[in-house]
């Protein structure tokens, strides 16, 4: 069963950074490419694209929104996705999930994570 662990979520001020780590286990990690997902529980119920990493963790892509603050990365040793946020922005404020990217618009998928919320906020 794939079990999906998000932490590193917080309250921090605009241009604050946070790092956020998924702890994966149930799957093959290091053949899998995985995905930073979120949602604003404020406007719906619909999670929106973040960032995604291939297998290997050499390449990498971004929704434009976060593209030049985020940074996308994985261990695969550890079974461990990460994603640094810098820059932070009040619109950043959702919460984070991770999934493996072949899941991530599937509305079959049932084995999310319980996310992480980070709040962007003065």
């Known amino acids: 069963q794939v079990q999906l662990v998000e932490s590193g979520g917080g309250l921090v001020q605009p241009g604050d950074s946070l790092s956020l780590s998924c702890a994966t286990s149930?799957?093959?990690?290091?053949?899998?490419?995985m995905s930073w997902v979120r949602r604003d529980p404020r406007k719906g119920l619909r999670r929106h694209y973040v960032?995604?990493?291939?297998?290997?963790?050499?390449?990498?892509s971004y929704a434009d929104s976060v593209k030049g603050r985020f940074t996308i990365a994985r261990d695969n040793a550890k079974n461990i996705l990460h994603l640094q946020m810098n820059s932070l922005k009040p619109e950043d404020t959702a919460v984070y999930y991770c999934?493996?990217?072949?899941?991530?618009?599937?509305?079959?998928?049932?084995?999310w994570g319980q996310g992480t919320q980070v709040t962007v906020s003065s």
């Open positions: 149930g799957f093959t990690f290091s053949t899998t490419p």
């Open positions: 999934a493996p990217t072949r899941y991530i618009d599937s509305a079959k998928f049932v084995d």
């Open positions: 960032a995604s990493i291939n297998s290997a963790g050499d390449s990498t």
